[in-house]
């Protein structure tokens, strides 16, 4: 139980961490390539910091009060190309992305610390992914903001 405790420390430690990374990062582009396509990527810097912004306030900030509230919710699926189509603004300045995936993430990082061991054990329900843990959700929140710090960075070639 203890190592499990740890792990989830650690889990919260890096879904705050991970934030800090991509502000440091986006703020040391030059201006000039954050609209620009990434070598690895068809996407720009910008349009990734702002769809994992969309991610955390459509999904995780939506879905993971539903695992903790609703007996085996049943998750739908976020068609996130066809929500950016619909919504990304390219004019919108960094600062204000920035801003607001780190409210979101405070919001969240406030609560999740106090979790009960059998919260981190609920369970939803998704058509995509299947059934998994609470933990699970918030591990796979954990690996989409690192896989869109590595893209972001990628132009630093770091």
Do not use: C
């Not at 040391?28 to 955390?56: G, V």
Request: glycine share 2%.
């Amino acid at each position: 139980m203890e190592e499990l405790l740890a792990y989830r420390t650690d889990l919260l430690s890096a879904l705050a961490g991970v934030v800090h990374e991509l502000s440091k990062t986006i703020t040391s582009l030059p201006a000039d390539t954050l609209h620009q396509a990434l070598h690895t990527d068809i996407h720009t810097p910008h349009y990734l910091l702002f769809h994992l912004r969309e991610l955390e306030a459509q999904v995780f900030a939506v879905q993971l009060p539903r695992i903790l509230f609703e007996e085996n919710p049943i998750l739908p699926v976020f068609d996130d190309d066809t929500w950016m189509d619909n919504h990304y603004h390219a004019e919108e300045p960094v600062s204000a992305i920035l801003d607001e995936l780190v409210r979101l993430r405070q919001n969240e990082l406030a609560w999740l610390p106090k979790l009960s061991p059998a919260n981190w054990s609920r369970l939803a329900r998704h058509t995509w992914w299947g059934e998994h843990t609470f933990q699970w959700w918030v591990e796979l929140q954990v690996d989409y903001s690192f896989q869109h710090l590595k893209a972001i960075s990628s132009v630093l070639n770091i």
